[in-house]
């Protein structure tokens, strides 16, 4: 897990998005990731709320990652497709995305993800987005 | 049509989102809107292509807005869910989202959405996501 | 729990899909609702293994199921949309839909469900699909 | 397209499904599929339309056979997922899948569909569904 984890953090920190969006890598376990960002209004849509494209592009970058954390031998991950549903405005002000893998064949990965959103100090949240998304793994070109 | 083109540019306009994205309102018509959005790696992935969550972002916007187009009075527009499909890396100097309305009932619109990427001083163009979203009406609180 | 079961066990008797596809309603809990369904050459693909069409009507069903007991009074529920992921072939002798409430608002439901695949005389089972779908409560007609 | 007509026809005619669901194979062209369903009451959901399952089955498989005649020598096509938006109830007499490839590449093949419900001697009709597909081309074992 050192080698994926190192191998997660430097491929985060090659994301520009995930710097725009004030994201940050919390947690890289086999087949789960998780992404913090901090409510900003340069995130947001029209009632002030955070924008589902943050809210999305943060669980897609956690599900890309746990499926890398699966990701055959010489192997990086592409995100093929993925569907979102928003359950309730992204109101908060710290969102936390969770990435996992479902199921990892050799082609093609199934991940779920959820955005949770908590107020100041408070350790309960509300789950805003479910994600189901399909990721390929591609041979990395060398 | 011009109260809502006036509309959706005052919406466009608070958006956090789309200013920090770059994104521009290009064109909004009854059930088609079109947001523009310049390559820049602040939005990018690891590879330096625009990550899915840039592109998802401004086609999440053209479906919400061409959908508002067709709102019934009194109602604003938010997103349910979307899916996305990305066929080709987000490689380009420019990138169009096209949002169109494929049925608006009482409640519900069902949009569809493409992103374009264009090179410089090109005309032609290559579809790199396409979208399918759930749009709801929500009576507007006053 | 009583009535709602009825209710749920009338509903499924009137479908008549279920029946073709040899469907069964197996259990019927607060947010959670289970069909059965016996292989048959009857549902088969190409290759001989059950159809993601049958795969996806099952589930669908139990998905709506679950939503509906969590339906607000004088309320029925349809389908909007759903996605399935189909994770591997659907090979078994007797197939298993999974319907789970995630969060029910006033006017929409999200739902998450699996169909596990189960060999002869097994307890152990194989997902074969998960689906993320959203209902819409429509107010029965009187 | 002689040679790939009678493929798709073949492969047709092994789906148990189809045959279940008195669907026919109506069209096959380079990259679009049509597929009919008349009604019947063994279809049907709850309130005697016919349901979700099976309005998708049949799309799922023009879609399919749409990406089929894109696929690469030596290698079939199965569903990796799909994501089905109910426009409308499932009305009609008669039903046409519509499936066509957005996008081939090596390994996989976007496709879109739709559900066209007919009533008698029209030939006007109604969208009922909207599909966004995902398939994957795999190598015929031999």
């Known amino acids: 897990m050192q080698e994926i984890r190192q191998r997660v953090a430097e491929n985060f920190a090659r994301q520009g998005?995930?710097?725009t969006l004030g994201a940050a890598l919390e947690l890289v376990e086999d087949g789960e990731v998780h992404i913090s960002m901090p409510f900003s209004s340069q995130l947001s849509q029209q009632l002030g709320y955070?924008?589902?494209g943050a809210v999305t592009s943060i669980v897609d970058s956690a599900c890309g990652y746990a499926g890398l954390t699966r990701a055959p031998a010489g192997h990086d991950i592409v995100t093929a497709e993925f569907k979102t549903n928003f359950m309730r405005p992204a109101i908060?002000?710290?969102?936390l995305a969770v990435g996992r893998v479902v199921n990892a064949?050799?082609?093609l990965a199934v991940c779920t993800g959820e955005v949770r959103a908590y107020t100041a100090n408070s350790v309960e949240?509300?789950?805003?987005?479910l994600m189901q998304a399909t990721m390929v793994f591609v041979a990395t070109e060398r």
């Not at 908060?92 to 969102?95: L, M, Q, V």
């Not at 949240?125 to 987005?129: D, Q, R, T, W, Y």
């Open 17 to 19: 998005l995930m710097r």
């Open 50 to 52: 955070v924008h589902a």
């Open 92 to 95: 908060g002000e710290r969102f």
């Open 105 to 107: 064949g050799r082609s």
């Open 125 to 129: 949240f509300k789950v805003v987005a």
